[in-house]
């Protein structure tokens, strides 16, 4: 084989090689990266992955929220109407967070099926609950439900 030809086909073979090494790297990033949306129906059912960082979402339960001394490690039950999963987070709650409120949460669901949040996220006004959220209470037939409570909430 000419010299020039063998060069060749190696610089050929080795950008093929870093070609194929910066896609299984972008991929395997983006992979990490991605936050499925699960209803607490979906958690308690078993659905979501244990250990994956997920986004779950619903209303917290009237009564359900629990405090420590601090005042930052903080329990609460989302639900969906339909089934409800048990949130714990460590750290400063939204402003808006409120019992009967939409959130979602960010975390990982542990072996007892309790999803350890490290972001909790509350709604900005009384017209906004996240898409996911929505379409969750949509299915279970409550989102009029929710709705309507809301505007019975705004005549007060």
Do not use: C, W
Request: aromatic share 6%; net charge negative; hydrophobic share 45%.
């Amino acid at each position: 084989m000419n010299p020039v030809r063998k060069k060749r086909l190696y610089v050929v073979l080795a950008i093929l090689a870093g070609v194929g090494v910066a896609v299984t790297l972008a991929l395997s990033a983006l992979q990490q990266n991605i936050n499925l949306f699960y209803t607490p129906s979906q958690i308690a059912a078993g659905e979501a992955p244990e250990g994956t960082r997920i986004r779950a979402g619903g209303l917290v339960e009237q009564g359900s929220v629990a405090r420590d001394r601090d005042a930052l490690n903080v329990s609460f039950r989302v639900t969906d109407n339909a089934e409800s999963v048990t949130i714990r987070f460590q750290g400063i709650l939204p402003d808006l967070f409120r019992e009967g409120q939409g959130i979602v949460a960010l975390g990982r669901v542990n072996g007892e099926g309790v999803l350890i949040a490290d972001e909790v996220l509350a709604k900005h006004d009384e017209n906004y609950m996240p898409p996911e959220v929505a379409e969750a209470l949509a299915k279970s037939g409550m989102l009029k439900h929710f709705e309507n409570a809301a505007v019975e909430e705004s005549i007060q």
